[in-house]
């Protein structure tokens, strides 16, 4: 990437950085549907082949927890419950669906509670396992067919295998820039501060894939 379109992309980063939602409310207003999701375990290439906006949804250290705690246990971490309060209080008005993946205890366990809050169009949950042998990946993937099935009909069409393998390309070309962005950290002073680096990847989560490329 050249030193023109690295700062291009860093001033984007920060605008959306700023607006978190920015570019998802923009699409929704395009008539693009917009799919929410907790952790990084959600398996966004599925979202990105059935031509749907994967947003991640993000807590704020500085948005006291108010209208969570009148629905969720306090007991439960403060990260899900900052998320959860946000999407409450109509921080995430946009989002079309959601999509939980089997993570923490906290983000398992409260999937009942945002599909009943927030009353979407579309919830789903999946299953992760959390072992690699081969009884776990013929589970998985079962599980990500059983998504993949349910999401394309909630897009209102099938998910080609050509559109599935594109996503991936895209992805992968996604996490290869971010570790290339990662080794502009090694050196001494680094090349990019880590403000930058966290306002670029957060930023990213909230823009399609495609879009995600250009700020990395």
């Not at 690295?6 to 959306?16: E, V």
């Not at 099935?149 to 996503?167: C, H, N, P, T, V």
């Not at 950290?185 to 880590?194: D, E, Q, Y």
Request: proline letters at 4%; one cysteine or more.
């Amino acid at each position: 990437m050249s030193t023109e379109s690295s700062l291009g992309g860093l001033a984007a980063a920060a605008r959306y950085y700023q607006d978190y939602g920015l570019r998802a409310r923009g699409l929704k207003g395009q008539g693009k549907k917009v799919i929410g999701y907790l952790c990084a375990l959600t398996p966004v290439e599925i979202i990105t082949a059935a031509g749907l906006v994967p947003f991640r949804i993000k807590g704020d250290v500085n948005e006291p927890i108010t209208r969570a705690d009148t629905q969720m246990e306090t007991i439960v971490c403060p990260l899900v419950r900052s998320c959860f309060d946000l999407s409450l209080k109509g921080k995430y008005e946009f989002l079309d669906g959601l999509v939980i993946p089997h993570a923490c205890d906290s983000i398992v366990r409260t999937y009942d509670v945002w599909k009943y809050s927030l009353g979407l169009g579309y919830n789903h949950f999946i299953n992760m396992p959390h072992s690699d042998d081969d009884s776990s990946l013929e589970f998985f993937e079962a599980e990500l067919a059983t998504f993949r099935k349910s999401l394309g009909g909630f897009a209102g069409k099938e998910i080609s295998d050509e559109a599935l393998a594109r996503a991936v390309e895209l992805c992968n070309q996604n996490r290869a820039r971010v570790r290339e962005l990662y080794e502009l950290r090694k050196s001494a002073p680094p090349l990019i501060s880590g403000a930058e680096i966290t306002r670029v990847l957060t930023a990213a989560m909230s823009i399609p894939v495609e879009e995600s490329l250009e700020l990395l």
